[in-house]
Nanobody
Framework: VQLQASGGGLVQAGASLTLSCVAS????????MGWFRQAPGKEREFVAA????????SYADSVEGRFTISRDNAKNTLYLQMNSLKPEDTAVYSC?????????????????WGQGTLVTVSS
């Protein structure tokens, strides 16, 4: 199983960025998918998640209204549209996949993790 995230970069505060995560080696449409981030010196935190058909989403309070998670099961791809970026959004963003109860979507556990992509937001 591989989850390959991409799309990170250096942007100014207020800008937008879209992350992608391409999955291979798993039945992508059968997995709930999530985005997590880890800032320097901090623990990894939940950002957003989406159900296997995309009918349900969940967001951390810190990104609600600014970030949008989506998926294209035909392309085995997960997305994270990030708008109005803030310096505190600076982190390595990783995608992950799981199966199980939706109620546990934020805390996991997640079965598969991808390598992250770095997002840096300058003030």
């Amino acid at each position: 199983v591989q989850l390959q995230a991409s799309g990170g970069g250096l942007v100014q505060a207020g800008a937008s960025l879209t992350l992608s995560c391409v999955a291979s080696g798993l039945a992508f449409s059968g997995y709930q998918m999530g985005w997590f981030r880890q800032a320097p010196g901090k623990e990894r935190e939940f950002v957003a998640a989406i159900s296997w058909l995309g009918r349900a989403t969940s967001y951390a309070d810190s990104v609600e209204g600014r970030f949008t998670i989506s998926r294209d099961n035909a392309k085995n791809t997960l997305y994270l549209q990030m708008n109005s970026l803030k310096p505190e959004d600076t982190a390595v963003y990783s995608c992950a996949g799981r199966r199980g109860r939706w109620a546990a979507i934020q805390r996991g556990p997640y079965e598969y993790w991808g390598q992250g992509t770095l997002v840096t937001v300058s003030s």
